[in-house]
C-alpha cells in the first residue's frame, strides 16, 4: 500500500517481532550462564514461547496478505489485465510476496517444535531467507523516484541485509548471543523506520517533505543513525533487565535449596538421637 498505512503495518510486525525478542534472548542467555555444566536444556516454558512465535508469525503474514491484496484500491488478487494489457498494482504483490515469504518462516519455525525430523538451523535458514527477499525486493522497489524517497529506502537495505548476514551465520553458529542480539537490534531498527519512511513520504500533518533537497537526505542520513542508537539502548536496557530477572530468581532458588538442606539436616540428626535412644 502506497500510504502511511501501508508502511505502519510492516514496521508494528517488525517492532513487536523486535522487542519480543529482545526480551527472550537475553533471558534464554542469562538462565544458561546460571545452569552448573550439564543442565543447559532450557525449561519448557522457552519452547512453548517460540512455537506462539511460530504461529504469531504465520497470523500476522496471513493478514499481511490479506491487508495488501483487499484492501479498497488493491488488486484483489489480480496480477494481469489482458484488456489493458497492464500488471495491477505491483507494489502491493511486492509487499504480499514478502509477508508470504515469513510466513514460510512462520511454518518451519512450527514445524522445527514438532516431533518431526526437521534439520537443526533450518528456521534459522527461512528467517534468513525471508529477510533477503525483503531486502531484494526492495531493492528494485525505488528505481526512477525522487532523490529522498530512493534514499530512505536504500537506508533499509542496510539493517534488512544487515539481519540476513547475521541470520545466516546464526544457521551455523547456534545461540551465538551477539549474533541473536544483532538481529534483534536490526529488526528493532527496520520497524522503526519503516515508520519514519511513512513520516517523511505520508506526513500525517499534510506538510510535505521536499524529495529534492539535499538537506533533508542528509537529516534523514543522521535521523537513520540516531534509530540504530534507540534499537541498541533498547537491546541493551532489556539484556539488564533479563539479567537481573535471572539473579533474582537464581537467589531465590539458591534460599530454598539451603532451606532444604537445613531442614533434611534437622531430620537426619532427630533420626539418629531416635535410634540412639
Known sequence: MA????????????LLLGLCWSVMYPLRHC???????????????????????????????FVGIMAEQFVPDGPHGHLYLRETK????????????????????????????????????????????????????FYFH?????????????LLFVAVFGVAASTLLEVFMRDNILLELLRVSLTILQGSWFFQIGFVLYPLNGVQWDLQAHDNTMFVTMC???????????VGI????????????????????????????????????????
Not at 543442565?39 to 506462539?52: T, V
Not at 537513520?224 to 534507540?230: K, N, Q, R, T
Not at 537481573?244 to 534460599?255: E, S
Request: proline share 5%; charged share 20%; glycine share 8%.
Open 238 to 277: 532489556n539484556y539488564w533487565m533479563g539479567w537481573c530477572c535471572v539473579q533474582r530468581c537464581a537467589g531465590k532458588g539458591v534460599d530454598i535449596e539451603i532451606g532444604m538442606r537445613k531442614t533434611f539436616s534437622s531430620q537426619k540428626a532427630l533420626l539418629q538421637d531416635s535410634d540412639e535412644e
Open 86 to 137: 497492464s500488471w495491477v498494482k505491483l507494489m502491493n504483490w511486492q509487499h504480499s510476496t514478502m509477508y508470504f515469504f515469513f510466513g514460510i518462516w512462520g511454518i518451519v519455525k512450527v514445524l522445527s517444535m514438532s516431533p518431526l525430523p526437521v534439520p537443526l538451523g533450518l528456521d534459522r535458514l527461512a528467517l534468513s531467507l525471508a529477510f533477503f527477499i525483503e531486502g531484494f525486493l
Open 3 to 14: 500510504n502511511f498505512k501501508g508502511h505502519a503495518l510492516p514496521g508494528s510486525c517488525f
Open 31 to 61: 538462565w544458561r550462564r546460571r545452569q552448573p555444566k550439564g543442565r543447559q536444556k532450557l525449561p519448557l516454558f522457552f519452547n512453548r514461547i517460540d512455537l506462539i512465535e511460530g504461529a504469531l508469525i504465520i497470523f500476522l503474514a
Open 224 to 234: 537513520f543513525c540516531w534509530h540504530l542508537a534507540v534499537a541498541l539502548l533498547i
Open 142 to 154: 525505488v528505481h526512477m523516484r525522487p532523490p529522498l524517497d530512493t534514499h530512505i529506502h536504500s
